[in-house]
Every structure is written in structure tokens, then in C-alpha cells.
């Protein structure tokens, strides 16, 4: 784990111990919160809140039944709703009034739920190749594989499972690159084989309860008044370019950032992603 981050539980409301990384800042300003995509977590975010915690406190956690988060003995709770409920245990144990999100896949979806709640703590929103309508070959994607991906036995097979289930969507990423993807989706277990890190309990919720919960474009009209960039992978197969547009004509001030050579999702270190988060978050 870096130094520059320390690694904490909380306990949710309904008694689950979870986890999450708080990158100290090296200067005071609004927090960033970084929530994770649905098979993923917050070793997702350590090169971002590397740089942003230069201004910024960053906090990364790791949504339940995922990480070093405590599994949901109910799959049905693995749901927005109930992420959402998490994320405000932890920021009012930490006396945090209001925060950026950026929110990859799930990670935005849980922003809008918040946004319904309370959008006067959310000052403002990064959605990551997520918005009000998953287009549908890409639900039957996920859908397939969460929860469905069988055993690996080495690092080795780690990382080309890793490219089996992301390889189209991230055309000319490295050798390093895929191994690092790998090295955060999975960790070790006690005879230092690499295990998936998620309950694959998700799964199911996936196929029988869906990633959404209510009206998800009554839950996007909740960000009118906030500040929101939506980055989108050029060959997405979540968020269509239509959905984009549509999201443009109910919020103008939207700022909309398309990454070339990425589906779903950017990973937020291509330069149109970094450029684009510093911009929008560099002016609040």
C-alpha cells in the first residue's frame, strides 16, 4: 500500500466492516470521493488520488463484497440504495459536508442515488462512461461474466483472464498496463494464489435485480444544479452516444469528454482523461 494513504474500516449501518483508503492532502480544499465500477475498487484510483490529493483530500473506498470490504450475506443488497447508504456512514463518521464524486460505472450510478438524496453535498460530478440508460449489449456483457469467471491458478493466468474480459475494450494497453489491472482486481489468498477480489454473489444481483434502482433519469435531473463532466469511451458499449446527448439537452452545462481507444471504461490515466478531470475539478 503507498505511504502517502492509510487504509481504515468503518462500520455500515446495517453492520458489514468496510474499508477505505484516505489520501491526505498536501493542501486544504473540497474532498474527492472516487467510487468504483461493479466488479472493481479502490485500487483503481491510486494513481488519481495520487495526484489529486497534491490539492485535495481523496478518499477511495471499497464498496461492500468487494476489496477488503466485508462480503453481504443478502445479494440483494448488493444494489445502489444500499452502496449509497454506505458512502454517507463514511462521510458523516468523517464529518465530511460535501464532496467531488468521481464515479466509474456503478460508482456514477451510485452519485445519482446520492444526488436524490442530497445534492447539496455533492458540489460536483465526474461520471465515468455511466449515465442514465446502460445501453443493452453491454448489460448482456457484464451480465455473462460477473460472478461467472472460473478460478485462476498463477499471476500468470490472472492477467490473461484479465485481458479475456477487457481486451476489446482496451485496445494497446501495455504488458505493465495489464498487469497492473490485474494486480487490482485480484489478491493473494493464504497460499499465495490470486483470488478474484469481489463476492461473486454480485452476480446474481446483477442477472435478477439489475445495476439500477428507480427512475434513472429522475435520478440524473438531480445533478441540475451541479457541476458535471461525463467522460465516455469512444467505443463504449454502456453509454451510447445518444444517451450523451440526451443527457446534454436536460443538463446544457454539461461538459461531455470522449477518450479515443477506450470502451467501457477510461481508465483515467489517458491524457484526455486527465486533462479533462483536472480542468473541470482544478475550477471548484
Known sequence: MPTNDTGRFYQSHDGLKLYYRDFA???SGIP???LPGLTRNSRDFEDLAVRLRQSRRVLTPDLRGRGYSEHDRDWRNYQPG??????????????????????????????MVMAVQDASRLRAVVLNDVGPEIAPEGLARIRAYTGRLPPVASWDEAIAQ????YGLTLPGLTE??????????????????PRLDVDPAIGRAVREGGPQAGDAWQAFDALRDTPLLVLRGAMSDILAEETVVRMQERKPD??????PDRGHVPLLNEEESISAIDNFIGNL
Do not use: F, H, N
Not at 489478491?187 to 499465495?192: I, P
Open 25 to 27: 492532502p498536501e493542501k
Open 32 to 34: 474527492v470521493l472516487c
Open 82 to 111: 444500499t452502496y449509497a447508504a454506505d458512502i454517507w456512514t463514511l462521510l458523516d463518521g468523517l464529518g465530511i459536508p460535501q464532496v467531488i464524486v468521481v464515479g466509474t460505472s456503478l460508482g456514477g450510478l451510485i452519485a
Open 162 to 165: 484479465t485481458k479475456e474480459v
Open 176 to 193: 505493465d498496463g495489464w498487469r497492473r489491472m490485474a494486480r487490482r482486481a485480484y489478491r493473494e489468498d493464504a497460499d499465495g494464489v
Open 254 to 259: 454539461l461538459i461531455a469528454v470522449t477518450v
